[in-house]
């Protein structure tokens, strides 16, 4: 590799994050709450067993297993030599050129600012009926969603330690209980049909309710719920190792969530019955709805008080999830502000914790100004709040998971770095393969948007969303030029602000499966 000590000697200095604040299991922890099982198989499941695959959603989540793996390989190869807590904007940085970078860097920002307003919504959603149904308590929805955002902003402003302990308690309870009605349902032979071997048949995964159309809804909701897993990379600069933990941790999350997934999926088809659990997802069934899915064999096999402690855990598992991506913007923001952009007081981190504290308060403002704009509007925290920004904030994710595929390409392949980690496989084909992929993920999503928006299709919104994703990213590529011409010196350290003052670790860096 070439001699970057000249680079090193004119990168200026900049506040870290607390190095060594979490292990492979904290990044591990982080990545998988932001996923989100119990929240991603609640909200999305019913939708891929309804109006997508049908009795075949565990063959979508099985082929979405396959792809993410792929794309997870080139990715953790990057890992292997950039660690910065831009995560996608370091690495199109180096492999596409700081243009695309910062084109891409804005449009993480916004997805990961607005994923945590949406989860946010659903986790006030579903805290209002509850308290109203358990404790006969009303309140308006905003009072729930402000005790989240202050909660998160509170919990966020300490180093990784606390947040990774909190995300470890509510996704192992949701791993549990998920966990306990998916064996529950195998080891007693399934439900009505017994266990529905021809769910796996992998040609399901491209057969829908209602033909093709129903197939590619199916499939964009099915990778809906792996959003958040990338975030593994964010936390490089805080973790033990990170060569070593974030490509562990992320083929760990991939693989570990995949194949729950497919298992979970599975034996609810399988519990239900399955014709009934299409019709049950599409309220066909007098009495229940996508919720009853999981309710049913629940309360079957444990009792009323599993169906009780499932609905919390809904609740917990929502937070913890909300927590996850305001983590993982706050880290984004900081990212960019360290460079100079934006703001550099966004680079700042806690003189004692370590932590991102301004960029996490500029997050939880954000947050706080996007739910009271839905509030003072008179919308739904479910219908519109989630629904509208979880559209944009997925449509900007997968263009960025795109363009990060054909990154390692370039960085490899085209620029040439590093001969000793270059590979026919693993940085050409695999990566290749999960970017053609992932763009045929946003045309299912722009194909399919009407039907994923739902009742939010009608609003002013839901129509301005692609422009919000074009608009983010001509403004990065504009950012960018201005900043080539008027800033150089700013330019040349756009991206490569990483963990070590190297600007990339060298070959010799540990195998990623060492």
């Not at 709450?33 to 609640?42: E, S």
């Not at 109006?51 to 979508?60: L, T």
């Not at 970017?435 to 946003?442: D, I, L, Q, T």
Request: aromatic share 10%; glycine share 14%.
């Amino acid at each position: 590799m070439a001699d970057r000590s000249g680079d090193a000697e004119r990168r200026p200095e900049v506040d870290r994050l607390k190095a060594d604040s979490v292990g492979l299991a904290g990044v591990v922890f982080m990545a998988v709450a932001t996923a989100a099982p119990i929240t991603a198989m609640t909200g999305n499941l019913p939708i891929v067993v309804g109006q997508g695959n049908g009795a075949g959603a565990p063959a979508a989540y099985v082929f979405v297993t396959l792809v993410l793996t792929v794309f997870s390989v080139g990715y953790v190869a990057m890992a292997r030599h950039i660690t910065a807590a831009g995560a996608f904007y370091g690495y199109i940085s180096h492999g596409l050129g700081r243009v695309a970078g910062m084109a891409s860097g804005l449009l993480a920002v916004l997805a990961y600012i607005v994923f945590e307003a949406a989860v946010i919504g659903f986790f006030a959603y579903a805290l209002r009926g509850l308290v109203a149904a358990q404790l006969g308590v009303e309140l308006p929805w905003g009072w729930y969603a402000a005790l989240g955002l202050l909660v998160i902003g509170v919990m966020a402003w300490f180093d990784l330690h606390l947040t990774a302990r909190v995300l470890g308690v509510a996704l192992v309870l949701e791993i549990t209980v998920l966990g306990a009605v998916s064996l529950a349902v195998l080891f007693t032979g399934g439900g009505p049909d017994g266990i529905v071997g021809e769910a796996l048949d992998p040609l399901n995964a491209f057969r829908g309710v209602g033909g093709g159309a129903g197939a590619g809804l199916g499939l964009f909701f099915a990778f809906c719920s792996w959003v958040g897993f990338e975030s593994t990379a964010m936390y490089g600069e805080e973790s033990r190792d990170p060569r070593r933990v974030v490509p562990r941790a992320t083929l760990i999350s991939v693989i570990g969530v995949g194949l729950f997934y497919v298992l979970v999926s599975w034996m609810i088809v399988s519990g239900n019955g399955a014709r009934h659990a299409v019709d049950v997802a599409n309220g066909l069934v007098p009495g229940k709805d996508g919720n009853s899915l999981f309710f049913d064999p629940l309360g079957e096999h444990f009792g009323g008080w599993a169906v009780t402690v499932f609905q919390w855990l809904v609740v917990s598992g929502s937070f913890a999830c909300a927590m996850a991506f305001h983590q993982c913007a706050a880290r984004y923001l900081y990212a960019i502000g360290r460079e100079g952009f934006i703001h550099p007081a966004l680079g700042r981190t806690h003189p004692r914790h370590g932590s991102p504290h301004v960029a996490s308060l500029v997050q939880s403002a954000i947050g706080a100004v996007l739910v009271a704009g839905f509030l003072v509007a008179g919308m739904d925290p479910y219908t519109h709040l989630y629904t509208l920004l979880a559209l944009l904030g997925t449509m900007a994710i997968l263009i960025v998971q795109t363009l990060c595929s054909f990154a390692v390409v370039g960085y490899f392949h085209v620029r040439g770095r590093h001969p000793g980690t270059r590979h026919w496989f693993r940085t050409l084909v695999a990566p290749l393969a999960g970017g053609v992929a992932m763009a045929g993920v946003v045309v299912l999503l722009v194909i399919h948007k009407d039907a994923a928006a739902g009742a939010a299709a009608g609003t002013l919104l839901f129509r301005l969303i692609p422009y919000l994703v074009i608009g983010t990213f001509l403004g990065g590529i504009g950012l960018a030029l201005w900043t080539r011409a008027r800033r150089p010196e700013r330019y040349a350290r756009m991206g490569r602000i990483v963990l070590e003052d190297a600007a990339e670790r060298a070959d010799d860096a540990a195998p990623v499966g060492a």
